[in-house]
């Protein structure tokens, strides 16, 4: 059964720094695309950063401030998040695919998610 956990969501001052991680188990993703959603309530789940075996993608409203990597070793992916914003606030939420091809912004990609994690930015 795979299963995909985050970690290190909590409170932070707008300018802030957090770094998520996602630890998955039951199927080894080093190859495949991983990625970051997050939903605001009332909103949509929109798409925050992906990896894949040919690079990062980032939407534009966290492009140079975001980071997202993996350590294929632990099959993980972690989330580098700095000067957080308050629009950022929401939950955060790790998934995996299991196809190489596709749209890494649409949910409908991946087939595996973790139960999200809150991340709060004050202002």
């Known amino acids: 059964q795979v299963q995909l956990v985050e970690s290190g969501g909590g409170l932070v001052q707008a300018g802030g720094s957090l770094r998520l991680s996602c630890a998955a188990s039951?199927?080894?993703?080093?190859?495949?695309?991983m990625g970051w959603f997050r939903q605001a309530p009332g909103k949509e789940r929109e798409f925050v950063a992906a990896i894949n075996f040919s690079g990062t993608y980032y939407a534009d409203s966290v492009k140079g401030r975001f980071t997202i990597s993996r350590d294929n070793a632990k099959n993980t992916v972690s989330l580098q998040m700095n000067s957080l914003k308050p629009e950022d606030t929401a939950v955060y939420y790790c998934?995996?695919?299991?196809?190489?091809?596709?749209?890494?912004?649409?949910?409908?990609?991946?087939?595996?998610w973790g139960q999200g994690t809150q991340v709060t930015v004050s202002s």
């Open positions: 998934a995996a695919s299991a196809k190489y091809l596709g749209d890494y912004a649409r949910p409908s990609m991946y087939g595996y």
């Open positions: 039951g199927r080894t993703f080093s190859t495949y695309p």
